[in-house]
């Protein structure tokens, strides 16, 4: 998997809009942009995943830019049980001979 | 459907002792990882078995082997426990091999004495 940079930590009000941003400066071609959550004492859950432009689901946005060396995840918002811990993968995978290899992610704190 | 199942949820064993966590992926899948994660070193990647053959393994020592089962149930075993292995240990499974297809059980907490 391609070597990603995230903030460490962010803080964020109860309602408000968070961004998360992501900085993949070797993506490869062939490379998506995947995003898990965990919270504490759980395991990772998947919430969204994009190749370019804009993706958007029931939880989340990822914009992607058209150089593909950064990504950011947007939470509309935010409550409290938004808090928890965010992943940015970025990789292939198809060939399933590389493992699912997590960093240390962003710990986001929503604040009431 | 069904989600990951991992028993047991907590375990306290003691240095020197071994052990062995289970794991049942969802049905269909048949990749299983497992991960340990600690405070300091956050998620750390084990391995990986796909169709019961080991595919992938990370950087820990021997002490810490795997195995799944034609069913694609999955063990690990950890042998001559030490204080640091105390953890929790999470198992994911996935229908395939792409990033988005992962699914994580709630995790095994290990407390080694």
Known sequence: ?112 | KAGVTQTPRYLIKTRGQQVTLSCSPISGHRSVSWYQQTPGQGLQFLFEYFSETQRNKGNFPGRFSGRQFSNSRSEMNVSTLELGDSALYLCASSWGTGLNGYTFGSGTRLTVV
């Open chain 1, 1 to 112: 998997l391609a070597k990603t940079t995230q903030p460490i930590s962010m803080d964020s009000y109860e309602g408000q809009e968070v961004n998360i941003t992501c900085s993949h400066n070797n993506i490869a071609t062939n490379d998506y942009i995947t995003w898990y959550q965990q919270f504490p004492s759980q395991g990772p859950r998947f919430i969204i995943q994009g190749y370019k432009t804009k993706v958007t689901n029931e939880v989340a946005s990822l914009f992607i830019p058209a150089d593909r060396k950064s990504s950011t995840l947007s939470l509309p918002r935010v409550s409290l049980s938004d808090t928890a811990v965010y992943y940015c993968l970025v990789g292939d995978r198809s060939s399933g001979n590389t493992p699912l290899v997590f960093g240390k992610g962003t710990r986001l704190s929503v604040i009431a």
